[in-house]
């Protein structure tokens, strides 16, 4: 039999990344894979929306991202500072032990609100996470 | 021995991009993106002037609240890898 492997938790590795990171850059709005309730004006969605494995141990998770604010403009800004540290994390070791290869660009910020009408900022990019063996 | 000498054709390339089977083959991929995403999809190919090319649109107001809502189109695209 082939060895298994699994790979990390891509949203976790990434809200993890995100909490601790963003507050060093003048960001501090929750970050989660889901809306907070109740409902802030200002926060950060990731979710995972695909992508495929890239190798043996290399997943390539597909991350979509959402900047929430209450107005385009302050979302367009905290777009910009997460979308940099989100690809600034190549090759980043974790001290619980993921490892993240590299962030890649999928498709670039765009404004998309949603049926609330509150502006969204939206990208998506990949992860290349390495995976370990049970 | 004499050194292999190799000769790229500038053109090769663009020729295969253009290719009818390349826009069969981006084309289906559209399809089964669009049918895997679900409905008011629709995917459209084209001849470009250096590639063919394929696309995805939320082409009704239900399309269009399931990708802005739940990520319908977004999460897709693996069909057509």
Same mark, same amino acid.
């Given at each position: 039999?082939?060895?298994? /492997? !699994?790979?990390?938790?891509?949203?976790?590795?990434?809200?993890?990344?995100?909490?601790?990171?963003? &507050?060093?850059?003048? /960001?501090?709005?929750?970050?989660?894979?889901? !809306?907070?309730?109740?409902?802030?004006?200002?926060?950060?969605?990731?979710?995972?929306?695909?992508?495929?494995?890239?190798?043996?141990?290399?997943?390539?998770?597909?991350?979509?991202?959402?900047?929430?604010?209450?107005?385009? !403009?302050?979302?367009?800004?905290?777009?910009? !500072?997460?979308?940099?540290?989100?690809?600034?994390?190549?090759?980043?070791?974790?001290?619980?032990?993921?490892?993240?290869?590299?962030?890649?660009?999928?498709?670039? &910020?765009?404004?998309?609100?949603?049926?609330?009408?509150?502006?969204?900022?939206?990208?998506?990019?990949?992860?290349?996470?390495?995976?370990?063996?049970? | 021995?004499? +050194?292999?000498? /190799?000769?790229?054709?500038?053109?090769?390339?663009?020729?295969?991009?253009?290719?009818?089977?390349?826009? +069969?083959?981006?084309?289906?991929?559209?399809?089964?993106?669009?049918?895997?995403?679900? &409905?008011?999809?629709?995917?459209?190919?084209?001849?470009?002037?250096?590639?063919?090319?394929?696309?995805?649109?939320?082409?009704?107001?239900?399309?269009?609240?399931?990708?802005?809502?739940?990520?319908?189109?977004?999460?897709?695209?693996?069909?057509?890898?």
């Amino acid at each position: 039999m082939n060895p298994v /492997i !699994v790979f990390p938790d891509v949203e976790s590795v990434a809200v993890g990344w995100l909490t601790d990171v963003l &507050p060093g850059y003048g /960001i501090t709005v929750p970050v989660s894979t889901r !809306v907070p309730n109740p409902r802030p004006s200002r926060f950060v969605r990731l979710v995972r929306t695909g992508g495929p494995r890239q190798n043996l141990v290399v997943d390539g998770a597909q991350l979509t991202v959402e900047s929430w604010d209450d107005d385009p !403009v302050s979302a367009a800004s905290t777009a910009g !500072v997460v979308r940099g540290v989100l690809l600034a994390a190549n090759n980043v070791t974790f001290p619980s032990g993921e490892v993240i290869y590299q962030v890649r660009e999928f498709s670039g &910020p765009a404004l998309l609100p949603d049926v609330s009408q509150q502006p969204r900022y939206t990208w998506t990019v990949q992860v290349h996470l390495r995976g370990v063996s049970l | 021995m004499a +050194k292999p000498r /190799i000769v790229l054709t500038r053109s090769g390339p663009r020729q295969v991009r253009q290719s009818a089977e390349v826009l +069969k083959d981006v084309a289906a991929r559209a399809s089964r993106i669009a049918a895997a995403a679900g &409905p008011g999809m629709e995917a459209s190919s084209q001849q470009g002037q250096t590639r063919a090319r394929a696309s995805v649109i939320t082409a009704t107001y239900e399309a269009r609240r399931a990708e802005a809502q739940g990520r319908a189109l977004t999460r897709a695209i693996d069909s057509g890898r």
